[in-house]
């Protein structure tokens, strides 16, 4: 933090509180209508530092983008439009429960890139939700911070996101990728490294193209989503959303909506179909089952929901020629971002620099690769640094 800041401090010594990035293995746009997704949280994290302020203020700052943001705790102002958006969204969702923190400064540090799919915003928001409820001396249940945090997102941000990226990066558990019903949050817990999958890694490259959830492609891909979801509704209402259609019944209601709203929902229904068979493939340890949901679940994001770009089809067909690889998708919203692709550990780093090289050849891009495993999330990361803090006392 800077010296200015320093000067409006109170004494109290800072408190830290982080959260993880994650990727999600499958199950794309399929959040927001009531469906499956399997995501995992990985070893990138924001680190959300708070202590507080002696002169009765809000302060936001953070390492990785310029400016700082400033609030009276009565001031209930809107978006600034900027990074700060994401923390204060938090907060507002914290007052709207008549939860008032008292005066602080809160810094944002990480190291999940930027625009990549890679749930950055999320980990700002779990972040600070936890720094923000410890400093009012407040507590909330894991699942209700994630919907916080989705609520600072869909009103504050204006960005609307589903339910899977918070809820990972707050409930997560290391080893382990969760099986999520985003209708009613029940979740299963899938080991990451049963059967062959324990010779198998989760290799991460991100294309370097830049997107936003926040921009046009993704709310009208959306928007052309939810309207078919209405044609489908009113012909099979005993179906709740389209987590619980099926091929069958979109075919039945094709002629009554437009073609894009056709192809959206195709995507979702057949992708929540693809996530139950990625899930038993992961129970019964078969990394070529697997692989093959992921290659299905690509292309239906290029053909049917159309999210992505020239640069990632490139990295997911050169992937999956690579020896060792199983498998590979475009993860996270759509429109740039990365790929997440399932390797042998022993061919994981003669296939990132195989990747790194075509890419590069392809578009002069320098492909950034990680080998992710699976870690815990916000609250179960505080909970064992709490154990061990006992431990070390004892």
């Known amino acids: 933090m800077s010296q200015k800041r320093n000067q409006a401090l109170g004494p109290d010594a800072p408190q830290s509180f982080s959260a993880p990035g994650r990727v999600n293995l499958i199950g794309e746009h399929t959040d927001y209508t009531g469906g499956l997704v399997m995501p995992m949280a990985i070893p990138f994290s924001t680190v959300a530092t708070i202590q507080p302020a002696s002169d009765g203020q809000y302060h936001f700052e953070s390492d990785a983008f310029e400016g700082t943001r400033t609030l009276d705790p009565k001031d209930r102002s809107g978006r600034a439009g900027n990074w700060s958006d994401y923390a204060v969204g938090v907060l507002r969702e914290l007052q709207a429960l008549g939860i008032e923190p008292p005066p602080f400064s809160l810094g944002l540090k990480g190291n999940v890139p930027q625009g990549a799919g890679l749930s950055s915003s999320a980990s700002v928001e779990v972040a600070t939700t936890l720094a923000l409820l410890a400093h009012a001396g407040a507590q909330m249940e894991p699942k209700e911070i994630a919907l916080l945090c989705q609520r600072a997102e869909n009103k504050y941000v204006n960005s609307p996101c589903g339910i899977m990226d918070q809820f990972v990066v707050t409930l997560a558990t290391a080893g382990f990728a969760l099986l999520l019903n985003t209708r009613d949050l029940s979740y299963e817990s899938l080991p990451m490294n049963g059967g062959?999958?324990?010779?198998?890694?989760?290799?991460?490259?991100?294309?370097?193209?830049?997107?936003?959830?926040?921009?046009?492609?993704?709310?009208?891909?959306?928007?052309?989503?939810?309207?078919?979801?209405?044609?489908?509704?009113?012909?099979?209402?005993?179906?709740?959303?389209?987590?619980?259609?099926?091929?069958?019944?979109?075919?039945?209601?094709?002629?009554?909506?437009?073609?894009?709203?056709?192809?959206?929902?195709?995507?979702?229904?057949?992708?929540?179909?693809?996530?139950?068979?990625?899930?038993?493939?992961?129970?019964?340890?078969?990394?070529?089952?697997?692989?093959?949901?992921?290659?299905?679940?690509?292309?239906?994001?290029?053909?049917?929901?159309?999210?992505?770009?020239?640069?990632?089809?490139?990295?997911?067909?050169?992937?999956?020629?690579?020896?060792?690889?199983?498998?590979?998708?475009?993860?996270?919203?759509?429109?740039?971002?990365?790929?997440?692709?399932?390797?042998?550990?022993?061919?994981?780093?003669?296939?990132?620099?195989?990747?790194?090289?075509?890419?590069?050849?392809?578009?002069?891009?320098?492909?950034?690769?990680?080998?992710?495993?699976?870690?815990?999330?916000?609250?179960?990361?505080?909970?064992?640094?709490?154990?061990?803090?006992?431990?070390?006392?004892?």
């Open 196 to 394: 062959a999958l324990a010779n198998c890694c989760v290799v991460v490259a991100n294309s370097g193209v830049r997107h936003s959830i926040a921009g046009g492609d993704y709310g009208l891909r959306r928007r052309q989503l939810e309207a078919g979801q209405v044609v489908l509704s009113r012909k099979f209402p005993q179906r709740r959303d389209l987590g619980e259609m099926n091929i069958e019944e979109l075919e039945a209601c094709k002629a009554d909506m437009p073609p894009e709203s056709y192809k959206r929902c195709h995507h979702v229904i057949s992708e929540n179909a693809r996530v139950r068979e990625a899930g038993k493939a992961m129970l019964a340890g078969d990394p070529a089952w697997l692989g093959k949901t992921m290659i299905a679940s690509h292309a239906s994001q290029r053909d049917d929901f159309e999210c992505s770009v020239e640069e990632v089809d490139f990295l997911v067909a050169t992937a999956v020629q690579i020896p060792g690889c199983y498998g590979a998708r475009l993860t996270g919203g759509g429109f740039g971002g990365c790929t997440v692709n399932l390797v042998s550990v022993d061919k994981a780093d003669s296939f990132a620099s195989q990747l790194r090289d075509a890419y590069r050849s392809r578009f002069q891009i320098e492909a950034e690769i990680y080998v992710c495993e699976p870690v815990d999330g916000a609250i179960a990361h505080r909970a064992k640094e709490a154990d061990g803090a006992d431990s070390g006392a004892a």
